[in-house]
């Protein structure tokens, strides 16, 4: 008979940890959060970095050439590079989730192909927008991850062609694979695509923790209160990435 994962829940307090798992060291971490401090099993949890890249991030990318502040997305790019190293050192799996859409957009519906080109003027995914030779298409300069951000050999990257990057891509297979339950989050935008993966990872049943300031959108900042107000209330929780450090520098391996 199979064990059912539950939490261990308190009004200041929720443990995370699951049933363990045959051949795999819990590390375990106390981490503030919100709304409630939180225990954390690492060797259950990846970390997906979403959308950090040239047309999302960069001067001359895709939103900054049609006019978008891109401030605030490049501003993620710091606290994300900052949470990434100790992250892989406590053997956390970082995923690159980006857009990397088909030349040819054959899989890509009209509502998806004119995000950001309502009248269907010019401007949209897949076309020549400022440095962005075909926007968020895969191989392109814009779809790259921007300056800043280096990957390391051992992480994974999975293309995605919709906000949420669990539909059409295999990214639960592979986190089912990682035998992950926790899912950390970080990127942009945070209202958009990171909310759309968030929310349907907590609907496939995973823990799932964003990580303040290293998400970051560009939409009005109402957005984001919104945002991190619904994580809290119906998905899951939000830490800070100095949180996160913090909580990473004494694991307790048990």
């Known amino acids: 008979m199979s064990i059912r994962r539950v939490w261990g829940l308190s009004p200041l307090h929720v443990d995370l940890r699951g049933p ?26 990846a970390i997906i970095v979403v959308d950090m890249q040239n047309d999302f991030c960069a001067k001359g990318g895709w939103l900054d050439a049609i006019g978008v502040d ?27 989730l980006n857009w990397g859409n088909r030349p040819d957009l054959a899989n890509v519906p009209p509502g998806v192909a004119h995000v950001y080109d309502a009248d269907g003027t010019g401007g949209g995914i897949g076309d020549r927008v400022g440095r962005s030779e075909a926007v968020l298409t895969r191989g392109s300069w814009g779809a790259s991850i921007v300056n800043g951000l280096e990957p390391a050999p051992s992480d994974l990257h999975v293309d995605k062609f919709r906000m949420s990057g669990f539909f059409d891509t295999p990214l639960d297979s592979i986190l089912r694979q990682l035998q992950v339950d926790t899912v950390l989050f970080a990127g942009v935008n ?13 609907c496939l049943g995973y823990d799932v923790i964003m990580v303040e300031g290293a998400s970051a959108t560009t939409s009005p900042a109402f957005c984001l209160d919104a945002t991190l107000y619904n994580v809290r209330q119906c998905f899951g929780f939000t830490t800070t ?3 996160l450090v913090g909580a990473l520098v004494a694991p307790i391996t048990t």
């Not at 945070?190 to 907590?202: G, H, I, M, R, Y």
């Open 241 to 243: 990435p100095d949180h």
């Open 70 to 96: 891109v401030s605030a997305a490049a501003a993620a790019i710091e606290p994300i590079a900052r949470i990434l190293p100790p992250l892989r050192s406590a053997g956390v799996p970082v995923i690159w």
């Open 190 to 202: 945070a209202d958009q695509c990171v909310l759309a993966t968030l929310t349907d990872a907590a």
């Open 20 to 45: 363990a798992v045959a051949g795999a060291a819990p590390v375990v971490v106390e981490l503030d959060a919100l709304p409630q401090r939180l225990t954390v099993d690492l060797s259950r949890a």
